[in-house]
């Protein structure tokens, strides 16, 4: 592979000043963390990176799957790079990210854009220097969705934050949630070894990173299939154990494999956030069981009481889908009475999206859309009230909060409290931003706290 770094290094130094690379990544933070390793390659090779995509010789769309009006915007977005194609015929449009990985998105850039020059899924991203060989040399359509045996993908990435850093502790999902194109965009669960995990964390503390978020698609099923096994609990303890001035998140645990020795660590670990995102996605136990997931309303309920009998005020935040196929009122009722017992921080809601060659895109579907969306409304309508309420609890209280930028309210920052909460607070000292403070909670809104920093 080095190898071919070294040709495309060679033919990127013919141009008189370095070319430059735009990257996009949509979808979740493991997208995200693939498109910093992307850009880790590129410029090894030789790329400068800009945000403004008309300055930049090569443009790469690393793509989100999970739902169709994601499919749909990259689609928009793609349609519009046709003209400047047109203009600069030396442009390189690539896409990959998991779109790229379905063969019916394969099918449609074939036909429809053309002014793509290539493919790589997510499995090909250490292929990336051989693949943008080939069409900086033939000028040809190349396409690689292949799965590489590729155990680690130890690539060094360029963060796009110098004080909050991802890193991936597992790629793809064993769970085949039965609405959800993941499994079959990522392939199988892969866990990477606990030497490389802590060793890439440790380097992150020594730079200064203030918050590690710890990432995979079930994290908590972590270690399972390694030579020695050891358990997402145990790995947390060990990270815990790394010197340094940093806090520890993780996204996204399953419920089923959600423990009591896990609550128990992150009460126990210091340095890991008092936070817990869980996605219920339903209520109701049978369209829990037609969604295969593998728990029930009783065993959710059971996880979050734990957690709360240590602290009641314990932050949660959850994944909902509203409208799974043939889903009735009395099933959507059941998701939003866990929703008011719960008293979740925050819920990110979904309508559910038919994902062909998912088990649930063969269900047929009685639930009307405009049921679907009422529903959708009255839950982010009673969230909305819950949040209000739940939010004053933090009033006169101290919160460590990490400042990551300006706020959209002039002279404020904002920033993300360790329960994962927004929290502003007037300041016109920008050099507070990438610190993390202690900030006294003065005002609760449905959407963030307000405070002064002490
Ligand atoms: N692995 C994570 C999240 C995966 S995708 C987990 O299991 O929690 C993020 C969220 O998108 C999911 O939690 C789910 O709520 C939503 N989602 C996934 N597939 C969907 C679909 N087909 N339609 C609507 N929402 C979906
Ligand atoms: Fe999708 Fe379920 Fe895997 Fe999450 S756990 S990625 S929802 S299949
Ligand atoms: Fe989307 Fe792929 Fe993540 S489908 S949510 S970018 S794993």
């Avoid at 009673?382 to 460590?400: A, N, P």
Wanted: glycine fraction near 6%.
């Amino acid at each position: 592979m080095s190898n071919y770094k070294e040709k495309v290094a060679e033919i990127l130094g013919r141009s008189e000043a370095p070319p430059l690379c735009f990257v996009h990544s949509f979808g979740c933070q493991q997208n995200v963390s693939d498109g910093e390793r992307i850009l880790g390659i590129l410029s090894e090779m030789g790329y400068g990176v800009t945000s403004d995509i008309n300055s930049a010789s090569l443009i790469i769309y690393n793509t989100c799957a999970v739902r169709e009006n994601a499919e749909n915007r990259v689609y928009g977005l793609v349609g519009e790079l046709k003209h400047m194609k047109e203009q600069r015929p030396d442009l390189i449009i690539g896409l990959c990210g998991c779109m790229a990985q379905e063969e019916k998105t394969v099918q449609k850039v074939k036909s429809t854009y053309k002014q793509v020059d290539l493919i790589f899924g997510t499995h090909a991203l250490s292929e990336l220097p051989r693949l943008l060989y080939d069409v900086l040399t033939t000028r040809k359509f190349v396409c690689d969705t292949e799965e590489h045996s590729e155990p680690e993908k130890e690539i060094n990435a360029v963060r796009s934050s110098s004080f909050k850093a991802s890193v991936p502790i597992m790629y793809g999902c064993d769970n085949f949630c039965s609405y959800c194109i993941v499994p079959y965009v990522r392939g199988r669960e892969k866990s990477r070894v606990p030497e490389a995990i802590i060793r890439e964390v440790r380097e992150l503390s020594e730079k200064g990173y203030k918050e590690i978020m710890l990432l995979g698609q079930n994290v908590n099923s972590y270690g399972k299939n390694l030579d020695r096994p050891i358990n997402f609990a145990e790995l947390l303890r060990r990270i815990n154990e790394i010197k340094g001035d940093f806090k520890i998140r993780f996204m996204s645990p399953h419920p089923k494999d959600c423990t009591n020795e896990l609550i128990d660590t992150i009460f126990e670990c210091d340095k890991v956030c008092k936070h817990l995102h869980l996605p219920l996605q339903s209520g109701s136990d049978e369209i829990l069981k037609k969604m295969n997931r593998r728990y029930t309303a009783e065993k959710y309920m059971e996880i979050v009481d734990h957690a709360r009998s240590k602290d009641p005020g314990f932050s949660l935040t959850t994944d909902i889908i509203v409208g799974f196929p043939n889903e009735t009122y009395d099933d959507f009722l059941k998701t939003l009475e866990i929703v008011k017992k719960v008293k979740y921080d925050n819920i990110y809601s979904f309508i559910y999206s038919k994902r062909t060659g998912t088990k649930a895109a063969e269900m047929t579907d009685m639930t009307s859309d405009e049921d679907k969306s009422k529903w959708m409304t009255e839950l982010l309508q009673t969230q909305r009230e819950i949040s209000t309420e739940h939010y004053k609890r933090f009033l006169g209280r101290t919160l460590d909060v990490l400042f990551d930028g300006e706020s959209r309210h002039e002279g404020m920052l904002s920033g993300k409290s360790d329960e994962f909460i927004i929290v502003e607070a007037p300041c016109s000292d920008k050099s507070i931003i990438g610190q993390r403070k202690k900030v006294k909670i003065t005002k609760a809104y449905n959407w963030a706290l307000c405070g002064e920093i002490v």
